[in-house]
């Protein structure tokens, strides 16, 4: 089976959810207390390990309490452990979580040992790096070390599917070595340089980002599903329609499953809608991990709604 290589980060999450969300000064009470696991690295793995892919995670975790517990969980998920650093001196990554009404959320993220990733221990990870078929990475790691993979990937013709998230400053001009670019309206804007607005700027943002030189741009727009735009295509498929407890990872599910999928050789539209059933069924759970699904359900429910 094709091995996904995922490089990136994992958080320990604290999650409070309350009836609405506090406004500024104000105290929110009878809220329900989680402590789950996240991240965009791992909660990518997670999901690719889920939906049926080959799964190795590169990242690297501090020392805390939560923290063996965590990697016993991608072990338990059948997960690729050996190239996960243990750094001393420095926590894991943590992150802070509000849920109100309708699953919208505040979250609030201290690094921590995932700003230790560096292109050192990438170096490490070859024997993994060596064997896959695709690379997944986000940006919760340093710059540096995207960049590091960004040029091995390069070198030995290993495509990348990069999530740009969460935005920020980046060296625009290595985004012609990438593959996959998955990002949502918002993120598009940010590394085309245009406001973006509405789904036909989305649009034109993702059709600037080909012209730079990546193959495959895919805008999420939440509730209103997803596309992908190539030099000569564009497809387009709506969202399933869920009641959502909790939207916190459902574009990280997306994009572990989209990675399964395309690895597996699912057309581009198969790949859409086999990412956006899993994110679908993400959001109707609590927590960012526990809400991945399995294979069988998302074989399920695309059988049930497509």
Same mark, same amino acid.
């Given at each position: 089976?094709?091995?996904?290589?995922?490089?990136?980060?994992?958080?320990?999450?604290?999650?409070?959810?309350?009836?609405?969300?506090?406004?500024?000064?104000?105290?929110?009470?009878?809220?329900?207390?989680?402590?789950?696991?996240?991240?965009?690295?791992?909660?990518?793995?997670?999901?690719?390990?889920?939906? !049926?892919?080959?799964?190795?995670? /590169? +990242?690297? @975790?501090?020392?805390?309490?939560?923290?063996?517990?965590? &990697?016993? $969980?991608?072990?338990?998920?059948?997960?690729?452990?050996?190239?996960?650093?243990?750094?001393?001196?420095?926590?894991?990554?943590?992150?802070?979580v509000m849920i109100?009404?309708?699953?919208?959320?505040?979250?609030?993220?201290?690094?921590?040992?995932?700003?230790?990733?560096?292109?050192?221990?990438?170096?490490?990870?070859?024997?993994?790096?060596?064997?896959?078929?695709?690379?997944?990475?986000?940006?919760?790691?340093?710059?540096?070390?995207?960049?590091?993979?960004?040029?091995?990937?390069?070198?030995?013709?290993?495509?990348?599917?990069?999530?740009?998230?969460?935005?920020?400053?980046?060296?625009?001009?290595?985004?012609? !070595?990438?593959?996959?670019?998955? /990002? +949502?309206? @918002?993120?598009?804007?940010?590394?085309?340089?245009?406001? &973006?607005? $509405?789904?036909?700027?989305?649009?034109?943002?993702?059709?600037?980002?080909v012209q730079k030189?990546?193959?495959?741009?895919?805008?999420?727009?939440?509730?209103?599903?997803?596309?992908?735009?190539?030099?000569?295509?564009?497809?387009?498929?709506?969202?399933?329609?869920?009641?959502?407890?909790?939207?916190?990872?459902?574009g990280d599910t997306?994009?572990?499953?989209?990675?399964?999928?395309?690895?597996?050789?699912?057309?581009?539209?198969?790949?859409?809608?086999?990412?956006?059933?899993?994110?679908?069924?993400?959001?109707?759970?609590?927590?960012?991990?526990?809400?991945?699904?399995?294979?069988?359900?998302?074989?399920?429910?695309?059988?049930?709604?497509?």
């Open positions: 089976m094709k091995k996904i290589v995922v490089i990136g980060s994992s958080n320990v999450d604290l999650i409070m959810k309350m009836d609405h969300l506090p406004e500024k000064g104000e105290t929110v009470t009878d809220a329900t207390f989680m402590q789950v696991y996240g991240g965009k690295g791992a909660n990518q793995a997670v999901a690719a390990a889920r939906a !049926g892919g080959n799964v190795a995670f /590169v +990242n690297c @975790v501090g020392e805390d309490a939560y923290t063996p517990q965590m &990697v016993q $969980n991608f072990i338990e998920d059948g997960i690729d452990t050996r190239f996960i650093f243990r750094e001393s001196g420095v926590a894991s990554g943590h992150a802070l109100g009404n309708e699953g919208h959320n505040y979250l609030s993220v201290a690094p921590g040992a995932n700003y230790r990733l560096s292109p050192e221990m990438i170096e490490m990870a070859m024997p993994v790096i060596d064997d896959a078929a695709m690379i997944v990475m986000q940006y919760e790691i340093p710059a540096e070390t995207i960049i590091h993979v960004l040029n091995l990937a390069r070198k030995k013709n290993i495509p990348v599917l990069w999530n740009f998230a969460p935005a920020r400053d980046f060296d625009l001009s290595y985004l012609s !070595g990438i593959s996959i670019l998955i /990002v +949502n309206e @918002v993120e598009a804007g940010f590394l085309a340089q245009i406001p &973006v607005n $509405n789904e036909a700027d989305a649009e034109k943002a993702a059709r600037l980002l030189g990546i193959e495959k741009v895919i805008i999420t727009l939440g509730a209103k599903g997803a596309f992908v735009v190539t030099k000569s295509e564009k497809v387009q498929i709506p969202a399933f329609q869920v009641k959502a407890v909790d939207t916190t990872a459902a997306f994009c572990g499953s989209f990675a399964v999928a395309l690895t597996e050789g699912q057309s581009l539209k198969q790949a859409l809608q086999f990412a956006s059933a899993a994110a679908a069924i993400s959001v109707t759970r609590m927590g960012a991990q526990p809400s991945a699904p399995g294979r069988s359900e998302i074989d399920a429910f695309l059988k049930s709604h497509v």
